[in-house]
């Protein structure tokens, strides 16, 4: 599991599989840590942001394959 930021390039060279398990995993991790938000347990408040802009990300290149959008590196 990523605990950095993951950047778009390192994601589009995943395969889709990849990319999906990626999702689930970092959507498992962002329920994990709004649980410890809301019991106020948890340690790194950026570490949410991180996990949701990291989400965003998978989901915007998922998005842009299936579109067929090209992106020049």
Known sequence: ????????DEIRKMSR?????LLKELRIELINL???????TLES???LREVRKNIARILTI???EELGIK???
């Open 1 to 8: 599991m990523a605990k950095h930021k993951i950047k778009p």
């Open 45 to 47: 408040p950026g570490r």
């Open 71 to 73: 992106h020049e590196a």
């Open 17 to 21: 599989e990849e990319k999906l398990k």
């Open 34 to 40: 709004m649980h410890k938000a809301a019991t106020g």
């Open 62 to 64: 998922l998005r842009e």
